[in-house]
């Protein structure tokens, strides 16, 4: 078990991805005190988020932008406005 750290590095689950169904099928072995999964290691937390993100709740990896960010970072519970700033102007020039 990690200790210290931040909640994604000792869940190995670098997605925040709460547990669930989608989770426990994507190797997820147990939940946090705060409902986030908790996977074995860090490359199938890693496989779990990269299914969820380019899978069909994401549109395939077709979602603009502004959409994805929304979704994934919801207005209740993050500064999405900052988030999606941030995405953008890391992709400039990307796109």
Do not use: C
Request: aromatic letters at 10%; zero cysteines.
């Amino acid at each position: 078990m990690k200790n210290g750290g931040s909640r994604s590095w000792r869940n190995n689950n670098p997605g925040n991805l709460r547990y669930g169904t989608f989770a426990q099928n994507h190797g997820a072995i147990g939940r946090d005190r705060g409902g986030m999964a908790i996977f074995p290691n860090e490359a199938v937390g890693a496989a779990a988020k990269k299914s969820l993100i380019t899978g069909p709740s994401y549109g395939n990896g077709a979602m603009s932008i502004h959409d994805f960010i929304n979704k994934y970072a919801p207005p209740s519970e993050n500064d999405t406005a900052a988030y999606e700033a941030y995405i953008k102007q890391q992709m400039n020039g990307i796109m």
